[in-house]
């Protein structure tokens, strides 16, 4: 199995970028996908979540500026930020789970690469 996250970048505060997570080595469609991100000096953090029905999770911090999403068809889970702030700058990593939304990590059994994101003026 191997996730590969893409579509980090710089951008500047108020921007928006999407993170795509392209999955191979199984289906997607009953796995939950989430996305995780370590900002400088901290520790991982769980973003968003979506789970096998397409319901979704955003953390507080998140919440009106990103969603996620998934395409079964493709193998396939975005995460769409808009309105960035220079606290997002992260290295964003998405990763799997069977059963329900969680955002503890040691659920997850597969972990991609992350992508980069920088949000600076």
């Known amino acids: 199995v191997q996730l590969q996250a893409s579509g980090g970048g710089s951008v500047q505060p108020g921007g928006s970028l999407r993170l795509s997570c392209e999955i191979s080595?199984?289906?997607?469609?009953?796995?939950?996908i989430a996305w995780y991100r370590q900002q400088p000096g901290k520790e991982r953090e769980g973003v968003s979540c979506?789970?096998?029905?397409?319901?979704?999770e955003h953390v507080d911090s998140v919440k009106g500026r990103f969603a996620i999403s998934r395409d079964n068809s493709k193998n396939m889970g975005y995460l769409q930020m808009n309105s960035l702030k220079p606290e997002d700058t992260a290295v964003y990593s998405c990763?799997?789970?069977?059963?329900?939304?969680?955002?503890?990590?040691?659920?997850?059994?597969?972990w991609g690469q992350g992508t980069k994101v920088t949000v600076s003026s």
């Open positions: 990763a799997l789970k069977p059963g329900s939304i969680s955002y503890d990590p040691t659920e997850y059994l597969y």
């Open positions: 080595g199984l289906s997607l469609r009953h796995y939950v």
């Open positions: 979506i789970d096998a029905s397409s319901r979704t």
